[in-house]
């Protein structure tokens, strides 16, 4: 968890405005002084203003002031989850232990402890630790505390001790210089007119205005004129529309020493070697009780450092005490590897157990090789097949940036479009190619599955497990996102994923048959991050994109590419690619079980059906009943020869 600070948020990276300058002063004052200036710290405020960002800013610059605190980032869903493991593995004292040794805990998201009176006992518990301890906590909600429903009246009161600041929604000038500030660091080629009209617009959320910021990126890179601030203005409006450590003690040195017997040299000698042992042993033992200390602390055990202190004098003590830290420190390193495969196994007591590092390795080898991965994406499809016209154009120019440049192009992209236009295709197309240019597991599947894999892992009780197999992932892709809404426990999974891909810098793709804010059910956090990346659509194919498509089946299927049936099957009135395919697919396979040549009446014939005199022909000959022959006999329909397509179904019934 201490590592999983984005890189990205900063105060460097911070745009400061009324809004946001006191909570902004506040965080910088925890950073220099923690545990002894606003203790604890709570920042609340609307999704997507940046408190996150001011968040995990306080640790970069806690661990950049004093290079030695341990500072450790969670979401309260993580530290909820951390808990839980613990008091399953029947070890809740370990989960309390495990911040024995930080010095800063920053926790996002709080705004849900009210449905947990279990984890607000053990963030008042926390809390109380800290505080007296002189040691940092702040906290993150989207509502102030006393907003937070059924919270602990004793939380309460150790929140009201501290400081309590908001950060509200950015003025013009503030929405200007973050759009100015993230265009430079982008390289995004915007007018300062046309960032002077996005700022006008009165954007209520930061992640909401770089979304929007991604999204006229992404359409003037694949236009040959910039953009003007009336198209600006009117893109977006349309769219919006519809949418340190303690101080050490010193000890005063005595005024003037005092007298020294007179003894011989030899005796001098000896005295100087005792008082030099002596305090060699007692800096040895104070060495080794501070390691046990420590890491007895972290739940580690310490019998190896416990016998040092047998020893009379613990000659080489200080290479032992290194030796062991250094296994401890392999220890760390393989149960959080072991982690991203099977978190169950990473609570083994052998990775707290520094003389058996060899089990330590089996289990992590023994893991490697039984991890289930995630789906993969389809090698049905290829981004060299996906063809481009209008209605693709921009989704797959963002496609191209994403593959060019994974987690920093655009993160996360959504394809947003009706059924059958194509983005299961360029979906599955950027995972394949991620994952080939990479050699590492990329994730891609559709939501059903997704929540379906979650329901399973819940019924077996393998949550953990299952959340492995995708935290392992260096990207994730989610097609039909839309089928998430209104399930809970799988927006929460899918929010906590997004976070931690997010943070990481990995690639997060999407696609939808609506647009964001429009999915019914889904979580305004989602619905907040999915919109702060870059929402491509993809529409109906033109008529333009309907030929090329046609023209480019036609060559693989039959090697030459008619113009006249080109422009027949291109006019089909088809509101996907999808549906114009099938028209191609029918044509097609009927022709070859006819043995017809494909042209352009075999296709209207398929298509439409044959024309009306054939039908009419084909009722006179296929009547039912008796009918009467030309020659003025009367014939039963039991001796007529049926004529069928297809000689060997030619059939004659005799009557008996």
């Known amino acids: 968890m201490s590592g999983n600070l984005n890189p990205r948020y900063t105060f460097d990276h911070y745009v400061v405005g009324p809004n946001s300058r006191l909570a902004v002063t506040a965080a910088h004052t925890v950073s220099e002084n923690p545990g002894s200036a606003y203790n604890p710290l709570f920042v609340y405020g609307q999704t997507g203003l940046g408190k996150t960002h001011l ?7 806690c661990r950049e002031l004093s290079p030695g605190l341990v500072v450790e980032y969670f979401t309260l869903d993580e530290f909820v989850e951390l808990y839980h493991q613990a008091v399953s593995a029947g070890a809740p004292e370990e989960f309390r232990k495990r911040f024995g040794g930080v010095h800063v805990v920053l926790l996002d998201d709080v705004q849900f402890l009210g449905h947990s009176q279990e984890m607000q006992a053990e963030l008042l518990r926390l809390a109380v630790e800290f505080q007296s301890a002189e040691k940092q906590i702040v906290l993150t909600s989207d509502r102030p505390p006393d907003q937070i429903g059924d919270l602990d009246d004793r939380l309460l009161q ?46 209520q959320h930061v992640r909401a ?101 047998g020893q009379d004098v613990p000659g080489g003590t200080v290479a032992a005490v290194r030796e062991y830290e250094k296994r401890v420190d392999r220890l ?18 052998v990775f707290k157990s520094p003389d058996r590092v060899a089990d330590a390795v089996q289990l992590v080898e023994e893991a490697h090789k039984n991890f289930v991965p995630p789906p993969e994406p389809s090698d049905m499809f290829s981004l060299h097949d996906f063809l481009m016209g209008d209605a693709t154009k921009m989704a797959l120019e963002a496609a191209r940036a994403v593959i060019a440049q994974p987690g920093v192009a655009y993160n996360p992209l959504t394809f947003v479009g009706p059924a059958g ?65 209104n399930g809970e426990t799988v927006q ?55 030929r090329a498509i046609i023209v480019s089946h036609l060559e693989s299927r039959v090697g030459a590419a008619d113009s006249q049936l080109v422009d027949y099957l291109s006019r089909q009135d088809v ?60 014939t039963s329909r039991e001796k007529v020869v049926w004529e069928w397509p297809d000689p060997s179904d030619r059939v004659i019934e005799e009557l008996v």
Request: with cysteine; net charge negative; hydrophobic share 45%.
């Open 575 to 634: 509101d996907s690619v999808r549906s114009l395919l099938a028209a191609f697919n029918r044509v097609v396979s009927g022709a070859q079980a006819m043995g017809a040549a494909l042209t352009v009446e075999i296709a209207r014939k398929l298509l439409e059906g044959p024309p009306a005199a054939e039908v009419q022909s084909a009722a006179r000959v296929r009547t039912s009943g008796v009918v009467v022959s030309p020659a003025g006999g009367i």
């Open 492 to 546: 929460e999974e899918l929010f906590n994923l997004f976070n931690l891909y997010a943070d990481s810098g990995r690639q997060l793709v999407f696609t939808s048959t609506a647009a964001p804010q429009d999915i019914q059910g889904l979580d305004d956090r989602l619905q907040s991050r999915l919109g702060g990346g870059l929402v491509a659509t993809i529409s109906s194919p033109d008529p333009e994109l309907r």
């Open 209 to 309: 205005l770089l979304g929007i910021l991604n999204r006229l990126h992404a359409i003037q890179s694949v236009n040959e004129q910039p953009l003007s601030p009336e198209e600006v203005r009117s893109l977006v409006l349309g769219e919006m529309q519809t949418d340190d450590s303690p101080s050490r003690s010193t000890v005063p040195r005595a005024l003037a020493p005092a007298p020294e017997p007179q003894v011989d040299e030899f005796d001098q000698f000896l005295t100087g070697l005792t008082v030099t042992v002596a305090e060699q042993v007692e800096s040895w033992t104070a060495e080794i009780r501070r390691a046990i200390e420590e890491w007895a602390g972290r739940g580690y055990e310490t019998a190896t450092l416990e016998a040092l202190l």
């Open 421 to 485: 236009v194509g983005k299961t295709h360029l979906l599955h197309s950027i995972g394949r190619t991620l994952q080939d240019a990479s050699g590492r597991i990329v994730a891609c599947l559709s939501a059903e599955t997704f929540a379906s894999e979650l329901v399973k892992a819940i019924e077996e009780n393998a949550v953990p497990a299952w959340r492995a197999r995708y935290r392992h992932a260096s990207a994730f892709l989610l097609d039909d996102v839309q089928d998430i809404g």
């Open 158 to 203: 150790r929140i009201d001790g501290g400081l309590i600041v908001d950060i509200g929604a950015p003025a013009y000038e503030t929405r200007l210089a973050i759009l100015q500030r993230r265009s430079a660091e982008r390289g995004v080629n915007l007018s300062p007119e046309v960032l002077a009209t996005v700022a006008g617009l009165e954007v």
């Open 55 to 61: 968040l995990m800013a306080i640790g970069h610059r």
């Open 332 to 349: 760390r390193r393989l149960e959080a590897e072991v982690a991203e495969f099977d978190p169950d196994a990473a609570r083994n007591p």
